[in-house]
């Protein structure tokens, strides 16, 4: 059931994604959308959806991998940092 919640929250910001990738494709084609009175516009609301589901998915596998100790050194936060002389 969690792998199915996971799998969820992964999938919608990659659908606002696409549909920001699709929004700049389109302003490249001239294709104004419903909308947006705006090519301008268009392609500046497609790029904040892209940049949101990209940064989105990126911090949710940044998370995870820092729970499992699989990042490298200088992903590891700070106060989770053991310095030289602890060991």
């Known amino acids: ?3 199915l919640i996971a799998l969820i929250i992964m999938v919608i910001p990659g659908i606002f994604s696409a549909y920001g ?3 700049m494709r389109d302003m490249l084609f001239g294709i104004l959308q419903p909308p947006f ?3 301008w516009l268009q392609f500046l609301i497609g790029f904040i ?6 940064s989105f998915i990126g911090g949710f596998i940044l998370h995870r991998d820092r729970k499992r100790n699989k990042v490298q050194p200088r992903f590891v ?6 310095s030289p002389s602890d060991v």
Do not use: V
Request: positive net charge.
């Open 1 to 3: 059931m969690a792998r």
């Open 21 to 23: 990738i699709k929004l």
């Open 37 to 39: 009175p705006y090519l």
């Open 49 to 54: 959806f892209f940049l949101a589901g990209l």
């Open 77 to 82: 936060k700070k106060s989770a940092r053991r």
